[in-house]
């Protein structure tokens, strides 16, 4: 029992000194306790503590990011404050009773250094955390490699294991999810077609109405002109392939693998459409195919359901490189392709984390990233998520990216 008192006593001390902004007691109670304890009832950190030590007397509660609105001895003493934090292995996204993370807490008091040192906080760690995932399936696949010297070749290399989840999946996720959502079981699940949304058997919307907008400013900067090659992964409700038709196409590939969406596709005629190719499968499957033969595009777009970002890295990586025409694009100065960016959507630092993290594998595959600003309506007052189990999306600006060849 005392040394339960003793702890929480140190968890409180922790959170005084960060509160404060006290950095040599902090670094003296850091020797001995940690950067990421939580007070037991409002389950704050050290960071939301010396965040929350900053707030302006007008706090801001609609959750805009406004000018900074406390002194600068203030705030260079809290970014002073945070940075010792995560130095010391203090977390960058735990939850407080308000399910907010110390930078969701920043970002609503208008805290904005404080806001962007939490931004590169998530970075960092993700990086991180990526890097060792990728280790450890090089390191799982080298020891399986060597396990059997019996084994069929074509069984090597392959770990026979469910992959988990990409690092940083749940970021921060408003709401619980499905965690048996994959690729494999919505390849199986039945879909529902209602009027303008696509809807798993969970109830999980796979596309929905108001990405029509982003759809249609994307295939614009994808198709700046007539006659060029374009390759779609993912139909869905087949929004995006409609408004790259309208820029009246050379070639229109579509790779998509859901029996019924196909169905659908095939139903509405998209099959004897000019131009029109679909590819029925698996992309993973499909695009090794599309290399094979040599194929090349002048645009590309990538929007896939049930995957997490280490699929979009992979077709970065591995296919979009040899398909995208170097020399392609209206201007022979080459190909364009894009992604739907919804990674870590459903809250606005994980949204900005993702972006960041995003851009800078892009640059180590060799693409330049230019992103456009697209105002998104208020979804949930318009209604588009009833009916609908998980909000993935509830920012009001989306992030629209176009990728080209580096110079």
Request: aromatic share 8%; proline share 4%.
């Amino acid at each position: 029992m005392t040394d339960e008192v003793d702890s929480d006593v140190q968890v409180q001390m922790i959170l005084l000194a960060a509160a404060h902004h006290n950095l040599e007691d902090l670094r003296a109670l850091l020797r001995r306790g940690s950067a990421s304890a939580q007070d037991p009832e409002t389950r704050y950190t050290p960071l939301h503590a010396a965040i929350a030590a900053c707030a302006p007397e007008d706090e801001h509660q609609d959750g805009r990011l406004e000018e900074e609105q406390t002194t600068s001895e203030d705030l260079e003493a809290a970014v002073k404050t945070v940075k010792l934090l995560l130095q010391n292995g203090a977390i960058w996204n735990d939850l407080d009773n308000n399910n907010e993370t110390p930078g969701c807490l920043a970002y609503r008091l208008g805290l904005k250094e404080l806001y962007e040192l939490m931004v590169d906080a998530g970075v960092r760690a993700e990086l991180l955390l990526t890097h060792l995932d990728e280790y450890q399936r090089l390191e799982q696949s080298a020891e399986e490699d060597g396990d059997d010297d019996d084994d069929d070749d074509d069984d090597k290399g392959m770990t026979g294991t469910k992959e988990p989840d990409a690092p940083g999946a749940d970021l921060g996720a408003t709401e619980p999810t499905n965690a048996e959502v994959n690729s494999e079981d919505y390849l199986r699940s039945e879909l529902t077609f209602r009027g303008d949304r696509l809807l798993d058997a969970d109830a999980n919307g796979v596309m929905m109405a108001w990405e029509a907008d982003i759809m249609k400013r994307t295939a614009d900067l994808l198709l700046p002109g007539p006659g060029l090659r374009v390759l779609n992964i993912g139909f869905g409700l087949g929004v995006i392939d409609a408004c790259f038709q309208s820029h009246s196409p050379r070639s229109h590939h579509i790779v998509e693998a859901h029996p019924a969406v196909l169905a659908r596709l095939r139903q509405d005629g998209w099959c004897e459409k000019p131009g029109v190719v679909v590819h029925e499968g698996r992309w993973q499957d499909v695009l090794p195919k599309l290399l094979q033969e040599n194929l090349m595009f002048d645009a590309i777009y990538f929007d896939t359901f049930a995957e997490d970002y280490r699929s979009l890295k992979e077709f970065f990586g591995e296919y979009a490189i040899g398909l995208l025409d170097p020399q392609g694009g209206e201007d022979g100065r080459g190909g364009r392709w894009g992604f739907f960016n919804g990674l870590g959507a459903d809250r606005r630092i994980c949204y900005d984390v993702y972006i960041k993290v995003v851009e800078l594998d892009l640059f180590e595959a060799g693409f330049d990233t230019e992103w456009e600003e697209v105002t998104v309506p208020d979804l949930v007052r318009s209604g588009e998520w009833e009916g609908v189990r998980r909000k993935y999306w509830v920012l009001d600006k989306y992030k629209l990216p176009i990728c080209r060849f580096m110079d």
